[in-house]
């Protein structure tokens, strides 16, 4: 298929082609722009395009970091109107994030008014919150007249704005950048300025250094926010020598004592980007759920600083152990992933080591001193050049007049003037010594740019010690200019100009300046183990009741089982037993699965209780089979109703979650029938025909799940039930006037598993039940 078509009454600027190829063009287009142009930051200012453009658009507007504050609305307004073509809603919002002090290291953006908090409340309006640059801002913008940095035009053609800031630290690892492209995103910790620092002088010092020396000087991210990183340091220069990898960061908290025993937990650092409102509520959660049973309050005592309070339901557990649970079930412990995908030299997107993103700072940090000392030496080229037009002037000062007094055309007779004959003082001083002229041709004449200097100059400096203090300036811009033409020819001196650049920057920025300390520290991840139940809950007696409908509760102290509850019209007793209240419970479904509730939870037992369904998922076709206290010591047989089952240990059914866990796979209109404690070596089992089989328990294989294998034959009808027994003792049952029966000679019914079996010995019950 052609890719246009030939047709003559089809309009020149539209054109054929296949749909997956324009398709394709376009999303590669808009894939490009947006890694390049918005969510990917540049290794070598750590600054996204949106972010650059306000920077800019502040110092076009003069807010300095001393200066005063202009509201944020004219701030953003400018920034959407003359760089940044998109909505002033998104600019505010990234300008906002550089002035919040909890979200960025090293704010770049100083506000006033309500920038947001920590509790996750939104900026005010723009118009309402004021702006300014902060110091960290102007640092990254030093030397932007000294044609530091190439510029383009912006998107009308009107100005030009900056490519990339001269950033005088390595803004990228200090305050961290996060985005989402097409295909690739980046999320990038902030760092302390002081420590990447040291790290650059040493990557100067040794350019082929290993990323784990780097370790040394940077040990891991310095969060705004503070915390306590327990990650291996093993897995942190894993991760920073591959570019991809996480942090593990915990709160920082302490003990306090309230006496008597008592004590209280306080949280005085939170996560990074964690929100105290949404983690507050998460705790919250956790105590009306009953997840963390020994919380029993939280408490929001934050002003300036975060202070949350963690109250203990009971005295009887560590600390630690608290915490530990608080850890895996809340926000007070993150995973932060690194990602540090970025634009290695502005137009390649990669993900980086940290090495390799210093070495791309230091490379540019050389480019912008080679292009600023070539700009100081063009500036001093162009004052010499006026200087030495001064000094004649100065040496001729007569002539000079004369031309400007009498000629018609003073600046073309100035450039005409052959000076380097006439040399003599317009004054009559015989102890002055006129200097030397600037250059030793004679007959040369003034250029334009000198020229116009002496015709611009004031009467007032027609005195001797001005022309002494032309004559300083020239030696010294002389001097000047030596040692910027030795600092580009040499680049030892080169790297030593950087490295004392940056030792000034960390002495500006360092753990001497304002929040330069390092607020992240490092600790060991010491992994509580599960706490016991028995330690987190006071220890009391209950009476669990479950009605034949299914509704549960939980009684104060151990009343008579035999007294007469109260129930629902139509309900009736079910299950009834004495437990205490840091028992687990297990619950058998006929859907096979098992289910695990604490009887601390349980409801009081002043009303009828709650249906058991709703505490667990147990469906409504689903019967409860049994209910009763967990031993993780005992094993349990399990069977179906087509005689079907296996012997399962008991640890190996608690669930931890509302949905159980599945053990007795059953299908179509099977059921789970059976389940019993294992004790003895033998196993019994009664079908719907009254025929009993007795055999080994090593017959019954042991699983965690499964169908298991077939107890009993059947022509038709199933399984009634089954038990196990001590076979040298006899197998027992009750008989319908409520005695105990038991049969020792069990021979007529011993035969091997999944036989038919032989009719029940006489007496047996007509419920066909063992007990």
Request: negative net charge; glycine residues 8%.
């Amino acid at each position: 298929m052609s890719d246009t078509v030939d047709d003559p009454n089809m309009n020149p600027r539209d054109v054929a082609e296949p749909l997956r190829r324009a398709i394709g063009d376009r999303y590669l287009t808009y894939a490009l722009s947006t890694i390049m142009h918005r969510a990917l930051p540049d290794a070598r200012d750590g600054l996204k395009p949106v972010h650059r453009r306000i920077l800019y658009a502040m110092r076009r507007l003069r807010l300095s970091a001393t200066g005063g504050f202009l509201k944020s609305a004219k701030i953003s307004g400018d920034t959407m109107g003359d760089f940044h073509p998109h909505g002033d809603v998104a600019i505010y919002d990234a300008m906002a994030r550089l002035a919040q002090d909890f979200t960025i290291r090293y704010p770049l953006v100083d506000g006033q008014g309500n920038f947001g908090n920590i509790d996750g409340d939104n900026p005010a309006a723009s118009r309402y919150t004021e702006a300014r640059m902060t110091v960290m801002s102007e640092a990254l913008l030093d030397g932007l007249d000294e044609n530091a940095v190439d510029f383009r035009p912006n998107y009308d053609g009107r100005l030009a704005e900056p490519v990339v800031l001269p950033a005088s630290y390595p803004n990228l690892l200090a305050n961290g950048a996060s985005g989402i492209a097409v295909g690739m995103a980046t999320n990038i910790p902030p760092h302390n300025i002081a420590e990447l620092i040291g790290a650059c002088l040493h990557l100067i010092k040794t350019p082929n250094a290993a990323d784990d020396t780097l370790l040394q000087y940077v040990p891991g991210p310095d969060f705004p926010t503070g915390g306590v990183l327990v990650e291996p340091r093993d897995s942190i220069a894993t991760a920073y020598s591959t570019g991809r990898g996480s942090f593990r960061l915990r709160c920082r908290w302490e003990v306090e004592d309230l006496g008597r025993g008592q004590w209280q937990v306080v949280v005085t650092e939170i996560p990074y980007q964690v929100q105290k409102s949404k983690l507050i509520e998460r705790l919250a959660e956790l105590i009306h759920i009953k997840k963390v049973p020994i919380l029993a309050d939280v408490r929001d005592e934050s002003t300036e600083d975060v202070r949350l309070i963690l109250e203990p339901r009971s005295k009887n557990v560590e600390p630690d152990m608290l915490m530990g649970m608080l850890f895996r079930n809340s926000d007070l412990e993150i995973r932060f992933s690194l990602n540090m995908n970025v634009l290695i030299d502005g137009v390649t997107p990669k993900v980086c080591s940290m090495k390799e993103v210093l070495r791309a700072f230091l490379d540019f940090r050389r480019d912008v001193l080679v292009r600023r000392s070539k700009h100081r030496m063009e500036k001093i080229d162009h004052r010499l050049e006026v200087l030495e037009g001064l000094i004649v002037a100065f040496l001729n000062l007569d002539r000079v007049i004369d031309i400007i007094r009498y000629d018609d055309e003073p600046k073309a007779a100035l450039m005409r003037e052959d000076w380097g004959t006439k040399r003599k003082r317009a004054t009559d001083e015989s102890d002055y010594v006129s200097p030397p002229p600037i250059s030793g041709d004679e007959g040369l004449g003034l250029t334009d740019v000198q020229a116009e200097a002496i015709l611009n100059m004031r009467l007032r400096s027609l005195r001797r010690l001005e022309e002494m203090e032309l004559v300083a300036e020239r030696d010294k811009l002389m001097a000047e200019r030596a040692g910027l033409e030795d600092l580009l020819d040499s680049d030892d001196l080169q790297w030593s100009t950087i490295a004392d650049e940056l030792r000034a920057t960390r002495k500006r920025f360092g753990k001497d300046a304002d929040g330069g300390k390092r607020r992240t520290s490092f600790a060991d991840a010491t992994d509580t183990p599960d706490v016991p139940l028995e330690a987190m809950i006071d220890r009391e007696p209950i009476t669990v009741v479950c009605s034949q409908m299914g509704w549960i509760r939980a009684m104060t102290g151990h009343i008579d089982l035999t007294r007469e509850l109260k129930f629902k019209d139509g309900d009736g007793p079910r299950f009834v037993f004495h437990a205490e209240t840091t028992d687990r419970l297990l619950a058998f479904g006929a859907n096979g699965r098992f289910y695990t509730l604490s009887a601390a939870n349980l409801p009081g037992g002043r009303g009828m209780g709650e249906p058991l369904r709703l505490i667990v998922d147990l469906p409504n076709e689903a019967e409860i089979v049994d209910l009763f206290i967990h031993d993780p010591d005992r094993k349990l047989l399990v069977a179906s109703s087509a005689g079907d089952g296996f012997v399962v240990p008991e640890a190996d059914v608690v669930a931890q979650t509302r949905s159980g866990r599945q053990v007795l796979n059953v299908r179509d209109d099977v059921r789970a029938k059976i389940c019993k404690p294992v004790t003895g070596n033998a196993v019994a089992v009664v079908g719907d025909n009254r025929k009993v089989l007795v055999f080994s328990l090593e017959e019954l294989p042991e699983m965690g799940r499964g169908k298991g294998v077939r107890l009993q034959k059947y022509k038709d009808g199933g399984l009634s039930d089954a038990t196990t027994f001590t076979l040298e003792a006899g197998l027992s049952w009750r008989d319908p006037a409520g005695r105990t029966r038991t049969e020792s000679n069990l021979a007529e019914w011993i035969a091997k598993r999944a036989t038919s079996g032989r009719m029940a010995p006489r007496g047996f019950p007509r419920d066909n039940r063992f007990n």
